[in-house]
């Protein structure tokens, strides 16, 4: 096994042990990394913790049905912990909704009599009796500070793009340096305010404080408006404009600015200073103007604290997290704005996209039996499913009432049904996942955003734009990259609302097809039809609220996209919308391959690689996710379409380093090749495996790289072995590769016998790559990848998911072979200055 590449994350060393007795595979037996139920698990794991604060209840629980086996083809397992950290959160006065909730799922169950939740905020106290009588568990309270700090540390280390800063509604996420992470300036704004000091894990000290925070905003403010509520106070405050309340300097000195000491005239002189000098009942002041202004004033002050305690520190870094942020666009401004005003530009705020969850991720942390020993960066993958308890055909805990509410939770209904009927049951009245905001609101109350700002301030607190956390333990970070910390997977840049809007449309006009081959897979029943017209507003919903707010899921990428169309694909039980075009183009592809590869042989060694190359170029063409492609199929059979393709492979092609790779080539260049495939079919039959055919008669090792779940029509690592015995059958070299590299063990027992001749021992594998999306992010791949990969000298990347919308800009510590055909014009034009149908063959030697 290759030892992992990354920032491990170090915590208890006690493991609880895993109950392998009467294990038994669930879903498709035919996957190859089956998903195996533990039904005899202990229940000691510590699955569940809560932060109950004044005003919300938030709740962290791990799945315990995910915990599996990882199997390899060798039929070697290893006990693997995973399984997802779910988010959710509750309104405290709703409390019974939530012991509800638990119940429902049975998260209490644990230690009988002795059984315990971890719980952090003053509601561990307040609550502690309920949960005794309504669930028969015991409250373990853990203090407060403790668990802020240590899941700020969690999340810094363990999600990629978690810190962010906000300046003028627009959201931008850092990446850090793990190394470099400590020391941080910790600021918790609360009712009052705590600032602590971090040095390392569980290692911190409160520096400085104030008791001017949220619940002075919220006190005062309740005093001179008359809100009920802190939402409510915030709400006005959007809607305000604090010059009737405040002192300017421009008040002071004839609308003029103070130039001479750096102060502009709109600079706030006095917070409420202007109401000195009026004749005025508070009654004749907008209850809009003085919220507007009390934030003001809280959150600079907050600010300058801050600067000037991590100042006196030496401390570069400043996050910001409490109830008064909340994912709050405008206070988050405002803090931001203070620290860029007395640090002169020299520092900035951040924040955490799960800054809502640290207490209650600390309080799951602190239960020594977590499970989450050495937990690496890389092992973290964040989904976003509609917030269904729908798993596996059945309903664990009651069906949603408001879908859309993504998080939410509700017991109203008396008869259980799937939340899938009632998406369906809902109709066009479902627009999105989470609230959404109209042009000009903030998505919280439909208030108007300030004309100063002319951008949408939204409110996170009412779904806290987290997903679900996955824990993969067999993923790892591909060795074979260059650079691990600098490497980014994506080419194409979604920062550019053009890109942005470009994509999205892309998306929405291929979604008809998509469906329609979704439901033809599953037989066109009603059932699939149903669930094909769900799953298209689902996704839909995704993409709106992306276009209203690109950051809302994290950092955005064409990859991420992708993968989240097919998450929601298999969301709503397609798990392979393409099947019977699959098996319809591998038969007819598999049907010309023995004429392809006479053809192949008659040519001398020089000849036969450049027409491989192109071969691999031009049966690329076949990929149902390009339009382009998608109006070819209507006009012929893919053979057809695969002979034009052929005719058109003329050189120079748009990126040609062709004669370089040549020169590389010879018997024995490489020891170990991977080569990452794409499309069924044509593409992988007709272009690739000859390909890997000719490498294995060179003597080189070679690795067939698929996805590890099914996505469009591309080959899977499961249907790959089928294809390569099929293949087997009439071609010798296969046939010995392919029972050298274990291939055919199973899949040749009832071939009839046939003379052989000596084989060569030279292997041809195949492994899953760990992902199921058109695209691949190699920070994340499966530990059978990052195995096979340690001894390989050549990476082929095909296609233009794997090597065109990420991967192109990849450098790795190995020759690489980037080979794909553009089928995008504005693809085309921005990456190569190209046209559609034009090719890439990018070599990249090891230098």
Known sequence: MVSPVGTSIQRSSIRPLLDLSDAAIHGNFEERDPTILLPNQSDDISHLSLDIGGSLIKLIYFSRHEDFLVNDKRNKSSPILGGRLHFIKFETHKINECLEFIRSKQLHIGDGDNAVIKVTGGGAYKFADLFKEKLGVSIEKEDEIDCLVTGANFLLQAIRHEAFTHREGHKEFVQIDHNELYPYLLVNIGSGVSMMKVDGDRKFQRVNGTNVGGGTYWGLGKLLTKCNSFDELLELSQKGDSRSVDMLVGDIYGGLDYSKIGLSAATIASSFGKVISEDKEIEDYRPEDISLSLLRMISYNIGQISYLTALQLGIKRIFFGGYFIRGHAYTMDTISFAIQFWSKGGAEAMFLRHEGFLGALGAFMSNNKHGLDHLMVHQLVERFPMGAPYTGGKIHGPALGNLSEKASFYTTHVHVISWMEKFVQKGTQITDPVPMASPRTTGLGGFEAPSSKGDILRSDESNLNVGVLHLVPSLEVFPLLANPKSYEPNTIDLADPNELEYWFTVLSEHLPDLVDKAVASEGGTDDARRRGDAFARAFSAHLARLMEEPAAYGKLGLANLLELREECLREFNFFDAYRTIKQRENEASLAVLPDLLLELDSMNEETRLLTLIEGVLAANIFDWG??????????????????????????????????????????????????????????????????????????????????????????TAVELPKIVAEAAKHCDILRGAAEAGGLLVDAMNNILEVSRQKLPSTPLMVVGNGCGSPCIDLRQVSSDLAAVAKDADLVILEGMGRALHTNYNARFKCDTLKLAMVKNQRLAEKLIKGNIYDCVCRYEPLR
């Open 626 to 715: 390009s339009s382009a492609c998608v109006d070819l199929y209507h006009k012929g059979t893919i053979i057809e379409i695969y002979r034009m393709s052929r005719k058109k492979m003329q050189r120079p092609w748009r990126v040609d380093d062709f004669d370089a790779f040549r020169e590389r080539m010879g018997f024995g260049a490489h020891k170990r090749a991977l080569l990452f495939v794409d499309n069924s079919g044509a593409d992988v039959i007709l272009g690739m495996l000859p390909l890997a055919r000719e490498l294995l008669r060179r003597g080189t090792e070679v690795v067939l790289v698929a996805n590890s779940l099914p996505a469009l029509n591309d080959v």
